[in-house]
């Protein structure tokens, strides 16, 4: 069984807008880990934001948020008043355990199209 | 954020030979450091786990004796991807971590052509 799961291949959006990433996760430990990447066409793997599974507040970073909702299992990334140079794939993910030295697991992805 | 490096960024090999793909943190000390396998238009995929000094753990279905990973240092982890065959044409990503900081730094990748 997939322990992320991406929902959406592809979504496109217009340029300003606020666009919203599903992720839902699976895992039996009650330490975890929730990551989201942005994987641009060069290939390099982005950090954009954690969150933490007892963290009490959904993280933010700039103009991304995670909308932590611990009880569906649901970590969506918001990114408000998106930007032509947002455009690329994007990578839930989540680390089981307590180490931040333990293996991270992605799910599929969503490529994001921002359209001027 | 920490500094990972890989080398080469990329590699054209004939089918049969070996390739090293190297993968250094630059600014901190991994003490883990993972291998990830990325096909075109597809998610990272999870190789093997390394840690300083000791064997490297791999994923089921990942073949040990094809792909060696040696971690001889903090800051360096090796894979070598022997006897190459077309199929294993791909990019492959690492990332190092260490105790004390909570997200994985990620190299910038190596695209694998196998002729």
């Known amino acids: 069984a997939q322990k992320i799961t991406q929902t959406q291949p592809g979504m496109f959006v217009q340029e300003k807008e606020a666009v919203t990433l599903d992720c839902t996760y699976d895992?039996?430990?009650?330490?975890?880990?929730l990551f989201w990447y942005k994987q641009p066409s060069s290939g390099e793997m982005i950090f954009l934001i954690y969150?933490?599974?007892?963290?009490?507040q959904n993280a933010t970073e700039g103009r991304y948020s995670l909308n932590f909702q611990k009880a569906r299992k649901s970590a969506n990334l918001v990114i408000s008043a998106s930007q032509l140079g947002d455009s690329a794939m994007y990578f839930c993910?989540?680390?089981?355990?307590?180490?931040?030295?333990?293996?991270?697991?992605f799910g599929k992805g969503t490529r994001l199209h921002i359209l001027p | 954020g920490a500094v990972v490096s890989q080398h080469p960024s990329w590699v054209i090999c004939k089918s049969g030979t070996s390739v090293k793909i190297e993968c250094r943190s630059l600014?901190?000390?991994?003490?883990?450091m993972f291998w990830y396998r990325q096909f075109p238009k597809q998610s990272l995929m999870l190789m093997a786990t390394?840690?300083?000094?000791?064997?490297?753990?791999?994923e089921q279905g990942v073949e040990k004796d094809k792909f060696l990973i040696n971690h001889a240092s903090l800051t360096l982890s090796t894979l070598t991807v022997t006897s190459a065959h077309p199929e294993d044409s791909s990019f492959y990503i690492c990332s190092g971590a260490s105790g004390s900081q909570k997200e994985q730094f990620f190299g910038p990748g190596t695209r694998l052509t196998v002729l």
């Open positions: 895992t039996s430990d009650p330490s975890y880990g």
């Open positions: 600014d901190f000390q991994a003490t883990t």
């Open positions: 993910a989540m680390r089981e355990g307590r180490g931040w030295d333990d293996k991270i697991i």
């Open positions: 969150q933490g599974s007892y963290d009490q």
């Open positions: 390394s840690n300083e000094g000791s064997k490297a753990t791999y």
